[in-house]
């Protein structure tokens, strides 16, 4: 088999496993958990022919002139999928840290604000070497590198903190986080060696396409398995996670009501000028009486 007809193959192994992992996914109702992974899953089996067949239409001698739909087309899809992964991120933190609602609330803005870094970070470090609307690959570039480094820093983040969160290693959120982080690895891998690569059959572009086989496959396990019901967490009151969600519940909390006490002297007097008025309306009671 050449290295054309062998290229060929895992590409079409490769939209195979997205179809069958988009299929288990629906099938499974977890769009209901994770819907933009949903979505993504649906955006990557749709586009995928698509894009083909216009690639395909560019590559004859009548489709010339369409080449500016193939583009705009790809690098939608491309971006599309950027703050698709970005929504995932989000809802895999979400489910991770469901069982800590104080803590979910205040990760979730630290999240927002890394994420906001981390594409301040990323488009600083753009050259823009390209002009006019080629520049659209560089900001599509940018955006996709932040976010493979959310997705990394997401992955590290859950394998430091699974003990102390109760996360399975089978559960769905964990999987996802692994399956893009692998991804991502091999997206900065690809992309530090990409300049010494010319032919889409190079032996590091097999590496790379059976790297991504492997997460897909991962994935299509993770759905085809059935997942571990995640039991209600149960802490110590002196668990430091425990004092941790506290905390961030009581700064998630805003306009909060406090009830001023009087001072305990006050209460003191107060409860001596009672007796002395029953005493004072007992003796006028009685001399009333013997008048």
């Known amino acids: 088999m050449s290295p054309q007809s062998a290229m060929s193959l895992l590409n079409v192994v490769e939209f195979a496993l997205w179809a ?19 979505y993504y899953l649906a955006l990557r089996v749709i586009s ?43 809802e895999v933190f979400r489910s991770a840290l469901s069982a800590f609602s104080g803590l979910m609330k205040f990760g979730i803005v630290v999240f927002r604000w890394a ?17 006019g609307i080629l520049a659209l690959a ?11 480094i959310l997705e990394l820093c997401l992955l590290a983040f859950l394998c430091l903190s699974m ?64 997942e571990p ?11 430091t996670i425990y004092r941790w969600n506290e905390i961030a519940s009581a700064l998630g909390h805003s306009g909060t009501q406090v009830a001023v006490q009087q001072p305990a002297n006050s209460f003191f007097l107060t409860d001596v000028e009672r007796v002395v008025e029953k005493v004072l309306n007992r003796n006028l009671k009685s001399k009333e009486s013997e008048s």
């Open 138 to 148: 560089d900001v599509a570039y940018g955006l996709m590198r932040s976010v493979s």
């Open 115 to 131: 994420a906001v870094a981390s594409v301040l970070v990323s488009f600083s470090t753009v050259s823009f070497s390209h002009r």
């Open 163 to 226: 003990n102390a969160l109760r996360l399975p290693v089978r559960d769905m959120a964990f999987g996802i986080s692994l399956g893009f982080g692998v991804m991502s690895t091999n997206d900065f891998v690809q992309s530090m060696v990409g300049s010494k690569l010319t032919r889409l059959t190079a032996p590091e572009q097999f590496v790379y396409e059976s790297v991504i086989l492997l997460a897909l496959g991962m994935w299509v396990v993770y759905c085809a398995l059935p």
């Open 229 to 239: 019901v995640r039991k209600p967490v149960v802490l110590p009151i002196n668990s």
């Open 20 to 38: 069958v992992l988009a299929f288990l996914f629906w099938k499974k109702k977890l769009n209901g958990r994770f819907p933009a992974m949903g």
């Open 48 to 90: 995928t022919p698509t894009l083909l067949g216009a690639l395909w239409v560019f590559g004859q001698p009548w489709g010339r002139s369409y080449y500016p739909v193939y583009f705009f087309g790809y690098w939608a899809v491309y971006i599309a999928s950027a703050v698709l992964l970005f929504m995932i991120c989000m």
